[in-house]
């Protein structure tokens, strides 16, 4: 799909690899809406790329839908959807103050795999109403998965699974939206240069690099971004996942 002048909607896009997904789309004359929980962060870089910015908790019904309104009221209905809202706080199964608390795993399947999942639904239903494209098409969504989904470490046993999540939902979606011409895919990224990331202590971030095959470095969002614009771009594309890794296979821990 040609990206420019289309109505192209972004979660998370107030940081990391939402924000240049964000950033990359607005400079190939796409409209976006930038989707966050924090309102000014999605603020900031409406600003920058001329979008509109709404805060919103992917994870609500309520909020998602009023959000989606909002974005096609300015823009038109999307015919782009990238998820890339996401949380991932570590904790064991099992810690030092007993087992996890359910409302922890709760939280990031929440905001990880029901977030994608209702910003799809939400996105596809509108996309199904549009006017065709070349071949049919009508539509494109792309969510982030994580290496994760395949290799989740010890204490990511929530974030993995909702990760896994989003890998298993790509294929019945794509299969499911074919009828519409709306295309499903999901990007798996290995260690990428975020603020996720680069919180984390220089020791903690060498090592971390070390792991990586080749390149021998974090990925740069950037990257990521550069992966999302061929998606959309390149209409064979459809019902699978990417990983973005330089052959990076995560250890245990
Ligand atoms: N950085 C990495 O190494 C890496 C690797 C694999 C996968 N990922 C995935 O990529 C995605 C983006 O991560 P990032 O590194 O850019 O992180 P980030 O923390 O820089 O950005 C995530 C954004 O999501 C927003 N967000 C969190 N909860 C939300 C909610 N309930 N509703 C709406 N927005 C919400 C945050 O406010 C933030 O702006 C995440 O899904 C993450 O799991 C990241």
């Not at 001329?50 to 015919?79: K, N, T, W, Y």
């Not at 011409?181 to 090592?207: D, F, N």
């Amino acid at each position: 799909m040609e990206i420019r002048g289309v109505a192209a909607v972004v979660t998370g896009g107030g940081s990391g690899l939402g924000w240049e997904t964000a950033r990359m789309l607005g400079g190939l004359g796409a409209k976006v809406a930038v989707l966050d929980l924090d309102g000014a962060k999605a603020g900031a870089v409406a600003k920058e790329i001329g979008g509109i910015a709404l805060a919103c908790d992917v994870g609500s019904e309520a909020q998602a839908e009023f959000a989606m309104q909002e974005a096609r009221a300015a823009h038109g209905p999307a015919r782009i959807l990238v998820n890339c809202a996401g949380l991932a706080p570590a904790r064991r199964i099992v810690g030092r103050e007993g087992p996890m608390p359910l409302a922890e795993f709760e939280a990031v399947i929440r905001v990880n795999l029901i977030g994608s999942f209702n910003l799809m639904r939400l996105a596809a239903a509108e996309m199904s109403g549009l006017d065709p494209l070349e071949d049919g098409e009508r539509g494109v969504i792309v969510s982030t998965a994580s290496a994760a989904a395949f290799e989740g470490q010890i204490g990511q046993a929530a974030y993995a699974a909702s990760k896994a999540g989003v890998v298993g939902l790509t294929l019945p979606a794509a299969r499911e939206l074919a009828r519409y011409g709306i295309r499903v895919l999901a990007v798996a990224p290995g260690l990428m240069a975020t603020p996720l990331l680069l919180g984390m202590p220089q020791e903690v971030q060498r090592s971390l690099e070390q792991s990586v095959p080749f390149p021998n470095r974090f990925g740069q969002p950037a990257e990521f971004a550069a992966l999302v614009r061929h998606m959309i771009e390149n209409r064979m594309l459809n019902g699978t996942v990417v990983r973005l890794d330089g052959a990076l296979r995560m250890a245990p821990r």
